[in-house]
T-cell receptor, first 109, second 115 residues
Framework: GQNIDQPTEMTATEGAIVQINCTYQTSGFNGLFWYQQHAGEAPTFLSYNVLDGLEEKGRFSSFLSRSKGYSYLLLKELQMKDSASYLCAVRRGNTPLVFGKGTRLSVIA | SAVISQKPSRDICQRGTSLTIQCQVDSQVTMMFWYRQQPGQSLTLIATANQGSEATYESGFVIDKFPISRPNLTFSTLTVSNMSPEDSSIYLC????????????FGPGTRLTVL
């Protein structure tokens, strides 16, 4: 099976930086994905890591350590529109993604 | 990328009835996936729909309750049978992108409410 853990809720201030952590346990690891999901909408892809290290895409960065089964999503210069759920998901081999429970981020003024 | 459409976008149904959700993809894909997202929860995989063979169901999901069709490489249906209020969820269709380094794409979802 696969265990994927991430915090349930986080709150951060507009303009600040927030880090959302994700830990996982799986065999046949083949990538870790982060998605953003606004209320009432489908998840949209943010980032993908399959090798250790940091991937940067504008205000969003994602880090992976395969030996530690650990990833984080870093959001910089937070905006109100970043208030959403952030879903960590793991790919095992060629199987479909398995999702964590999601972290609901609230950005406050 | 892949463009996915679903019909209906939402429905309100009576207990004991069935609803069939359609998923259309703009390119040919080998596997299509059906997920469920219950209120306030994350996504749970229901089954993988393969063209030309029976769907593969995840633990806790059975064909009698969630029959799936996959008549060709761009289309699939999921039926939610004999519905109860516990089936109220968003149902999402998903496919992998076209390259090995691509991500998994999701349709807009079907929001189902069972009374």
């Amino acid at each position: 099976g696969q265990n994927i853990d991430q915090p349930t809720e986080m709150t951060a201030t507009e303009g600040a930086i927030v880090q959302i952590n994700c830990t996982y346990q799986t065999s046949g690891f083949n990538g870790l994905f982060w998605y953003q999901q606004h209320a009432g909408e489908a998840p949209t892809f943010l980032s993908y890591n399959v090798l250790d290290g940091l991937e940067e895409k504008g205000r969003f960065s994602s880090f992976l350590s395969r030996s530690k089964g650990y990833s984080y999503l870093l959001l910089k210069e937070l905006q109100m529109k970043d208030s959403a759920s952030y879903l960590c998901a793991v790919r095992r081999g060629n199987t479909p993604l398995v999702f964590g429970k999601g972290t609901r981020l609230s950005v406050i003024a | 990328s892949a463009v996915i459409s679903q019909k209906p976008s939402r429905d309100i149904c009576q207990r004991g009835t069935s609803l069939t959700i359609q998923c259309q993809v703009d390119s040919q894909v080998t596997m299509m996936f059906w997920y469920r997202q219950q209120p306030g929860q994350s996504l749970t995989l229901i089954a993988t729909a393969n063209q030309g063979s029976e769907a593969t169901y995840e633990s806790g999901f059975v064909i009698d309750k969630f029959p799936i069709s996959r008549p060709n490489l761009t289309f699939s249906t999921l039926t939610v049978s004999n519905m109860s209020p516990e089936d109220s969820s968003i149902y999402l269709c998903s496919v992998w992108g076209l390259t090995s380094a691509d991500t998994q794409y999701f349709g807009p979802g079907t929001r189902l409410t069972v009374l």
